[in-house]
């Protein structure tokens, strides 16, 4: 596994979040699923994961698409969109110019 395997900080700092909310969302749907059984307590420990996934992820991204522009923002989930700081053809880096 030579350089081209390695990870940056951003891809670093993604799969840490990643991880870490993966870790909350099976605390937090392993709580709520007291005295369920287990495919009730492996679908709460998803919904956790997911709607903390949402909130955490998705949605300072689309504040971002609307109050400004992901491209041209310095936040952190600006950040973790590699592609918009080189030349891509995605709407938000074609918009900004």
């Given at each position: 596994?030579?350089?081209?395997?390695?990870?940056?900080?951003?891809?670093?700092?993604?799969?840490?979040?990643?991880?870490?909310?993966?870790?909350?969302?099976?605390?937090?749907?392993?709580?709520?699923g007291?005295?369920?059984?287990?495919?009730?307590?492996?679908?709460l420990?998803?919904?956790?994961?997911?709607?903390?996934?949402?909130?955490?992820?998705?949605?300072?991204?689309?504040?971002?698409?609307?109050?400004?522009?992901?491209?041209?923002?310095?936040g952190?989930?600006?950040?973790?969109?590699?592609?918009?700081?080189?030349?891509?053809?995605?709407?938000?880096?074609?918009?900004?110019?």
């Amino acid at each position: 596994m030579g350089a081209e395997w390695e990870l940056g900080a951003e891809a670093g700092g993604s799969l840490l979040l990643c991880a870490a909310l993966l870790a909350a969302g099976c605390a937090l749907g392993l709580r709520l699923g007291r005295g369920r059984g287990v495919a009730d307590r492996g679908a709460l420990i998803w919904l956790c994961y997911d709607a903390l996934v949402h909130f955490a992820l998705e949605g300072p991204f689309v504040y971002l698409s609307l109050v400004g522009n992901v491209a041209n923002s310095d936040g952190l989930i600006a950040s973790l969109c590699i592609s918009c700081r080189s030349p891509c053809a995605c709407a938000s880096c074609m918009a900004a110019g």
